[in-house]
């Protein structure tokens, strides 16, 4: 079956990094578009960044571009975030979710739009 996999997520200070990772099976990886959500409670799912098939095109969310980077190996079934400059503001559950197409715009901001979903890893930055 499906199955997204979220690892790398934990506790880290303002300033600091980290490094997620989304492991993907029962599904044609390179054949998706993979993105990235967060929420906090009480909010809606956040859009934070998505890239295309080959990793050739992302898009981001104004709030995590410059500091945030997604890429993907498609040999491995892996896709990465790799979070820079943390802020406190970034604390949420990320997840990582699939889907067959790729907008380059808003379009790939919209949760609905993605099939397949991790169940997320706890990101906290403290002040």
């Known amino acids: 079956q499906v199955q997204l996999v979220e690892s790398g997520g934990g506790l880290v200070q303002a300033g600091g990094s980290l490094r997620l990772s989304c492991k993907s099976s029962?599904?044609?990886?390179?054949?998706?578009?993979m993105g990235w959500f967060r929420q906090t409670p009480g909010k809606e799912r956040e859009f934070v960044a998505a890239?295309?098939?080959?990793?050739?095109?992302?898009n981001y969310a104004d709030s995590v571009k410059g500091r945030f980077t997604i890429s993907r190996d498609n040999a491995q079934s892996t896709m990465y975030l790799q979070m820079n400059s943390l802020r406190p503001e970034d604390t949420a559950v990320y997840y990582c979710?699939?889907?067959?197409?790729?907008?380059?715009?808003?379009?790939?901001?919209?949760?609905?739009?993605?099939?397949?979903w991790g169940q997320g890893t706890q990101v906290a930055v403290s002040s």
């Open positions: 890239i295309n098939w080959s990793g050739s095109r992302t």
């Open positions: 029962g599904y044609t990886f390179s054949s998706y578009v």
């Open positions: 979710a699939a889907k067959t197409v790729y907008y380059g715009s808003s379009g790939d901001s919209y949760a609905n739009s993605y099939d397949y």
